[in-house]
């Protein structure tokens, strides 16, 4: 996956980022455990997005407007949770970066 689709490194790297500032911000184990589990939903998307962006290409090499729609929706998924995932990360470490550079 890392090798062939920069979509997959860019949100590995993402993922390891939030990994670090998490540590460095010392999130709690609940929230630990809602930061890998939204880093684990968007890689997983990711894969799904891929495997089937592969599928429909070998089930239909030509342009077709169905596979098109398909590839788009499953494209949309990883989007939806990529957007999610920014909720998550600015309700986990936005109010710690304020305090963290602005003091009580």
């Not at 890392?2 to 998490?22: K, P, V």
């Not at 630990?32 to 998307?45: K, Q």
């Not at 990360?89 to 003091?103: A, Q």
Request: glycine content about 8%.
């Amino acid at each position: 996956m890392l090798r062939t689709q920069q979509n997959a490194r860019i949100e590995s790297a993402l993922g390891i980022a939030a990994l670090a500032l998490a540590y460095w911000l010392g999130l709690t184990a609940v929230e630990w455990a809602v930061l890998v589990l939204t880093i684990a939903l968007v890689i997983g998307l990711e894969w799904l997005n891929t495997a089937l962006e592969l599928a429909v290409t070998l089930a239909s090499p030509g342009t077709h407007p169905r596979a098109k729609a398909a590839k788009d929706v499953a494209a949309a998924g990883v989007l939806v949770g990529a957007l999610a995932a920014i909720c998550v990360g600015l309700l986990l470490f936005g109010p710690r970066i304020v305090l963290r550079f602005f003091g009580p």
